[in-house]
């Protein structure tokens, strides 16, 4: 059934649609189609404003109370929500610009009115949070890390100022985390120390350098306190490990002798080659001379004055075994005592 207007004489369906309601009327519904209407009260509106701004503020203190709604927006409950719904389909950016507008010149006034807000319905916002952050947690957390890589040093500074800020409980809590999950701390240890481990060895020997006695006391201390710790894990490793244990027992005697250099094993095996397998001085077997080649006190420097043409370490029994040789003269015997060794270097 069709309606004509009696303002532009336009038909249309006889429907809330297109007239608003008006309970005096025949049909239930305006004579006036809601164009028409809108703009004659928007024309009213402008010609009329402050008495439209009283009217709206007097409104709204009868329908509006603290905690609640009045009787009469009660009554027109759905009404009003449908309107104000259409009207923002309607107007969504011009309202959005006004808003912007409105929160830039009120920014002081604006925050605390969400605070507020947020005081007065903190369970319910947090809900929403919490609900919408599972919903979307890739997103997000796409987007914290887009911004993250566009404000370093801003987010540094930050979390800098908030650990400043909460020191003792940021602390309390790390040591918590740690003891409760100490597989995932070495291993993030280990892994730290693999990226950068080159210029941690730096660091340590620059440190080093440059506090010697500083970090002399600091490992006798350290010794000290866990001396039986440390002491059952040097047996176990030198019981792993003897080959490297008595190299560097060797390099040790080196160092009290002043030894000037190092060789390895293929110097070694390469020397005992050229010897044939017997001791420089004796010019006997190992087996006959009762020693065996790994032992520093072998590697030593003959004197080059009465062997000129030698230039590396040579292979000897050791220095008592050595001395006690009836073929060995006083002279060599004062040279062999005289005579510097060698370190094992192990590669």
């Not at 608003?20 to 028409?36: E, W």
């Not at 919490?130 to 796409?142: T, Y």
């Not at 914290?144 to 003792?168: F, G, I, P």
């Not at 291993?187 to 350098?209: H, P, T, V």
């Amino acid at each position: 059934m069709l309606q004509r207007c009696n303002a532009c004489s336009r038909g249309f369906d006889l429907t809330p649609e297109f007239w608003h309601r008006q309970p005096k009327a025949k049909s239930g519904l305006s004579g006036t189609c809601k164009g028409c209407a809108n703009e004659r009260a928007r024309r009213w509106h402008e010609q009329n404003r402050e008495r439209a701004l009283e009217s709206a503020r007097a409104y709204s203190a009868r329908t509006r109370f603290p905690g609640s709604r009045g009787p009469e927006y009660e009554a027109n409950r759905e009404h009003i929500l449908e309107y104000h719904r259409r009207h923002y389909q309607q107007n969504a950016n011009a309202l959005r610009q006004k808003q912007r507008e409105y929160a830039a010149a009120n920014i002081e006034k604006v925050a605390e009115g969400k605070r507020l807000a947020h005081i007065a319905n903190r369970e319910a916002d947090n809900a929403r949070c919490r609900a919408w952050a599972s919903a979307n947690a890739e997103a997000l957390r796409e987007k914290h890390r887009e911004y993250r890589l566009a404000n370093r040093e801003q987010v540094a500074e930050r979390k800098r100022l908030a650990h400043l800020a909460h020191l003792e409980a940021d602390n309390a809590r790390a040591r918590a985390w740690a003891a409760d999950n100490p597989e995932r701390v070495r291993a993030r240890s280990s892994a730290y120390y693999q990226r950068n481990a080159e210029a941690l060895k730096r660091k340590a020997r620059e440190y080093a350098a440059a506090n010697r006695e500083k970090v002399a006391e600091r490992n006798r201390l350290g010794h000290l306190a866990r001396r039986q710790h440390d002491n059952a894990t040097s047996r176990a490793w030198k019981a792993a490990n003897p080959e490297r244990v008595r190299a560097a027992v060797a390099r040790y005697r080196a160092r009290r002798h002043n030894a000037p250099g190092r060789i390895t094993g293929k110097d070694v095996q390469a020397q005992y080659e050229t010897q044939r397998g017997t001791c420089f001085y004796a010019r006997e077997a190992w087996h006959n001379a009762g020693s065996t080649w790994i032992t520093i006190f072998r590697f030593c420097v003959a004197d080059r004055m009465s062997h000129p043409t030698l230039s590396s370490p040579v292979l000897s029994a050791t220095v008592p075994r050595a001395l006690s040789f009836p073929g060995i003269s006083g002279l060599q015997r004062a040279q062999f005592k005289k005579a510097q060794f060698f370190g094992i270097e192990v590669r």
